[in-house]
Each structure stands twice: as structure tokens, then as C-alpha cells.
């Protein structure tokens, strides 16, 4: 059987990552918890997480996902066993029983069809929709794909390198497809897997100070926090100014994505103000060109 380590993400983590690294160990054949930075001393959280059989890796500063994810990886490859495959995983997902086996078994059987494998992910996201892309050689392959629950081959992460740091937060998935693509390598789907994973937090919708409700029903809007849309905004950019050319369509549906949930979470999200300015500082930096953690002003 394929060698399986998982690498998973903390910030501020609190005792729900235990029980959440439990379902993954009974998964995997080992698990690294990298904290980013956490500001909040997350020393018993990591000793306990230890004690289960995890491998901790503490951060000094806050370095963004990629270069916790990185860190992670590269500890999980210089283990006395080197893994087969790298899952990835933030702090908040839990694992369905057998979830690790349906990615390795699409990955065989994509193996099989003579389909390169650049990663798989699961075929259904709850929370979220899957993107699809076309059926090769009877495998179902996918559309850009999040990071979390996702299963990488380390003859790829050899090939291609680790994720991009530069980014820090939020398109380091986009990107990590992107060069998979561009290298001739597919996102493959397992049609026996799950995740459960929720992207924001709804909110109920506002416009001029009273509540949108449609039917009696109060209507809610999903949103990112707002310094999220900082990055959001500045990263897709910075996405566009290096895959724009090799990849158009995929650049302006994305750029149109964003603006038209920006322009959704503006008329009717609270907190429009701050949010509306991260993205617009977002996308000065994006066309400035620059990367890494937010600069303080």
C-alpha cells in the first residue's frame, strides 16, 4: 500500500483539532501539524497533539498557508519513511471514514487510464461546489480544486516544487493547479469522497439598515473576513500577471467571480466599508506587483 502523510495547518488552534487529528491518524500513515504563528500560545494544543502521535512544527512568525504547508512537507519527506503522497488539510476539516482510501483508489485507477496524475480531490464538497472538467479515459477529471483534502503525489511536488509562498494566503491552491496544468498533469476526481468544508460566514443581508428577506425568509450572504478580501483581490492579480497568458479563460472568469461577490457582499453584507477597502488596496498592490504578508501602513 501507497505511503500516506497528511500535513495539516494550525492557527490559533483549539481542542476541536484533536479530535479532528484523530480521525485523520486512523487515515494516514502520518500526520504533521505546523503552526503558523499562532499568536495565542498554542503550546498545550501542539503537546497534546504530540502525545497522540502527530509530529509538531512551530513557526516563529506568521508566514501564511504555502509556507506552512511547505514547512510541513518538507519535515514529512525527511522522515525515516518517505510518503508516497502528501494530503493536505487545514485545522476545521474533518475526515469522513475512508476518505483517504477513495483518493488513493482514484489515483490508481487514474494511474491505470494513463491519466497523469497532478493531484486528486474529492468528487463532492459540502458547503462548496465542485468544479468538473472532462471525463478522460473514463476518469473524471476536475476543475480547480481547494486545498484542503487534497492528495498530491511527492514525485510531483519533486517535479514541480512546493507551493508558492510569495502569496501567503488564498490562491496558493489556484496556483499549485496552475502549474500542474500547465505541466500537462490533471486534477482528478474521487467519486467516493466527501469533505466537509464551509468557505466564510453567512450573513444576513442589510441594505440601508433593514434586513433583505425574500418570502419571510431572511436572506443571507456568505463572506470572507474582511481582511481576507485584501488578498483576495490582490492575489487574483498577481495570478492573472503570471498564468493570464497560458490560461485567459480561466483569468477573466475568475476576475469576473470576484467582482461580482465583491459587488454582492457590498450592497448587502454590513461591514461593506473595510471590506470594500482591503479589496481595493488589494488590487493597487496586485498591479504594483506586490507579494508576501501585507505591508503595515
Given amino acids: 500500500m501507497p505511503q500516506t502523510a497528511a500535513v495539516v495547518s494550525l492557527f490559533n488552534p483549539d481542542d476541536a483539532v484533536l479530535a479532528n487529528a484523530a480521525a485523520l491518524l486512523a487515515q494516514v500513515d502520518a500526520v504533521v501539524v505546523v503552526d503558523d504563528g499562532s499568536p495565542e500560545d498554542p503550546a498545550r494544543i501542539l503537546a497534546g497533539l504530540e502525545s497522540m502521535g502527530c509530529t ?12 506552512a504547508l511547505n514547512a510541513g512537507i518538507t519535515a514529512a519527506l525527511a522522515a525515516d519513511t518517505k510518503p508516497d503522497y502528501i494530503l493536505t488539510m487545514d485545522q476545521d476539516s474533518l475526515l469522513d471514514a475512508g476518505y483517504v482510501d477513495a483518493l488513493l483508489a482514484a489515483a490508481a485507477a487514474a494511474g491505470k487510464a494513463g491519466v497523469p496524475v497532478g493531484m486528486v480531490a474529492p468528487a463532492s464538497v459540502r458547503g462548496l461546489p465542485v468544479r468538473r472538467g472532462p471525463v478522460l479515459n473514463g476518469i473524471q477529471l476536475g476543475g480547480e480544486p481547494i486545498q484542503s483534502g487534497l492528495l498530491v503525489p511527492v514525485p510531483v511536488l519533486e517535479r514541480l516544487g512546493l507551493f508558492q509562498g510569495t502569496l501567503f494566503i488564498d490562491g496558493v491552491d489556484s496556483e499549485f493547479f496552475l502549474r500542474c496544468e500547465a505541466d500537462g498533469l490533471r486534477t482528478v476526481l474521487a467519486p467516493n469522497a466527501a469533505l466537509n468544508h464551509a468557505l466564510g460566514s453567512p450573513a444576513a443581508a442589510n441594505v440601508f439598515g433593514r434586513d433583505v428577506s425574500v418570502a419571510g425568509r431572511p436572506v443571507k450572504v456568505r463572506t470572507a473576513a474582511d481582511w481576507r478580501y485584501y488578498y483576495l483581490f490582490r492575489n487574483r492579480i498577481l495570478l492573472a500577471r503570471q498564468y493570464g497568458r497560458r490560461f485567459p479563460m ?30 481595493l488596496r488589494g488590487v493597487a498592490d496586485g498591479v504594483r506587483g506586490v507579494s508576501g504578508p501585507r505591508a503595515r501602513r
Fill in 250 to 279: 480561466w483569468t477573466l472568469k475568475g476576475l469576473l467571480a470576484d467582482y461580482r461577490h465583491l459587488a454582492i457582499v457590498t450592497l448587502l453584507a454590513p461591514g461593506r466599508g473595510i471590506r470594500l477597502a482591503n479589496a
Fill in 56 to 67: 509538531p512544527v512551530r513557526l516563529t512568525e506568521n508566514s501564511g498557508i504555502a509556507a
